[in-house]
Nanobody
Framework: QVQLVESGGGLVQAGGSLRLSCVFS????????IGWFRQAPGKEREFVAA????????HYSDSVKGRFTISIDNARNTVYLQMNLLNADDTDVYYC???????????????????WGQGTQVTVSS
């Protein structure tokens, strides 16, 4: 069993920055994959960013590329999402998710992640 806890959301003005954190615990292999997704009420969950532990590769959606950065602190079992140049379209609930076995084929597909955090609200005022 894996637990994920997000934090760092809040209210920020357009053009500002936030850093989200996701602390994970429980049983994982050394090849896990972690993703960040976001979701607005009534909409489907949208891929934001992912990090593949084995290859150390990162991937981003086109809408956040160049503005958001995903990173990991192994000593703290924490994954971060640094978000810069925020705009109103970034307003959503943000979730981190984990594929603990490192077996997913598409890190953009939310259905391939086994565990999810509770989400943290990000609101960008224009």
């Amino acid at each position: 069993q894996v637990q994920l806890v997000e934090s760092g959301g809040g209210l920020v003005q357009a053009g500002g920055s936030l850093r989200l954190s996701c602390v994970f615990s429980g049983r994982t292999s050394n090849q896990y994959n972690i993703g960040w997704f976001r979701q607005a009420p009534g909409k489907e969950r949208e891929f934001v960013a992912a990090l593949r532990w084995r290859s150390r590769s990162t991937h981003y959606s086109d809408s956040v590329k160049g503005r958001f950065t995903i990173s990991i602190d192994n000593a703290r079992n924490t994954v971060y999402l640094q978000m810069n140049l925020l705009n109103a379209d970034d307003t959503d609930v943000y979730y981190c998710a984990m594929d603990p076995g490192g077996i997913l084929s598409s890190d953009r597909n939310s259905e391939q992640y086994d565990y999810w955090g509770q989400g943290t609200q990000v609101t960008v005022s224009s």
